[in-house]
């Protein structure tokens, strides 16, 4: 089935006008090292430009003050590092932090390096979550790799054709109905919904499928994939609050975060090309992306 602007604005959440922040949910962003620092800056930013009421971003304690100057309307969580990137001692800081913060959704994984936190915590967490790029290579690595978060908390997994090669063990391909069976797959063993990016990126729960229609060669620049990330969890995070933290929630705001992303990246195109735009342009758009779904 293919995405449309119908199709995707019937999947956006609400904003009635007696709203608040806490009406919108609540986005903890896990990204970000000492040599990709920026990836936190982008799915944080891009998650408050999806819409969430309130945005945490947990990275290493050495990057908060560059952090704060960055994106001073999200919450800093300074966590214990080692050689720049999150430690293993940083699993009870966060399950700390989380009882305190309730978030609605943790997105995982951008811009995390070799982590020795990741499978730790996955193993702990029970909050719907996002997981993307180090934290889909960390479970990649680790033999029966399933167990350990199917069926355990609602989930969305965005893995670009690499990460899904490595997950599934079977090799790329650009044949779109063996990508719609990939993601199949990996939703069927994950137990939630699955994004497999690219040209035509597709979306799945494991039953239906979606192909996008928006998007193009603007968007292959390093970064754009965190920005896809926090569209997509600060999109659940509100759709999650009104109707809980579903499948189908999971898989509206999906298809919603990759049809906007990739408009985004259109729009940008128009007016930088597609050779010039960066992922910081593309949440740049989402004011007008948003507009153009919504219109009547």
Not at 1 to 28: I, Y
Not at 223 to 249: K, N, P
Request: proline content about 7%.
């Amino acid at each position: 089935m293919r995405l449309t602007r119908r199709l995707v604005k019937s999947f956006l959440p609400p904003r009635p006008l007696e709203a608040h922040k806490g009406s919108f949910g609540r986005v903890l962003t896990v990204a970000g090292s000492e040599k990709m620092a920026g990836a936190g800056v982008l799915s944080a930013r891009a998650a408050l430009r999806a819409g969430a009421g309130l945005v945490a971003w947990a990275l290493p304690k050495s990057r908060q003050c560059s952090a704060v100057a960055a994106l001073p309307e999200a919450l800093t969580v300074p966590l214990p590092e080692k050689d720049g990137v999150l430690s293993s001692r940083c699993v009870p800081v966060l399950l700390r932090f989380i009882q305190e913060f309730h978030p609605s959704v943790i997105l995982i994984g951008p811009g995390l390096s070799d982590s020795s936190f990741i499978l730790p915590f996955l193993h702990k967490n029970q909050t719907p979550a996002v997981l993307d790029a180090d934290a889909l290579n960390a479970l990649a690595g680790e033999p029966g790799w399933p167990e350990i978060i199917s069926g355990r908390f609602p989930l969305i997994c965005t893995p670009h054709p690499g990460e899904m090669e490595r997950l599934l063990q079977k090799p790329k391909s650009q044949d779109p109905s063996v990508r719609a069976q990939y993601a199949r797959e990996l939703s069927a063993k994950t137990g939630g919904v699955s994004v497999l990016k690219g040209f035509h990126t597709v979306i799945s729960d494991g039953l239906l499928v979606y192909e996008n229609t928006t998007g193009g060669p603007a968007l292959a620049k390093a970064g754009s994939g965190d920005t896809l990330g926090g569209i997509i969890a600060g999109l659940w995070a509100q759709l999650g609050q009104s109707g809980g933290f579903t499948l189908q929630t999971a898989l509206r705001a999906a298809c919603a975060g990759v049809y906007l992303h990739g408009l985004c990246g259109d729009l940008a195109a128009e007016d930088l090309t597609d050779r010039c735009v960066l992922a910081s342009d593309v949440a740049d758009r989402l004011p007008l992306a948003f507009k153009r779904v919504l219109a009547k």
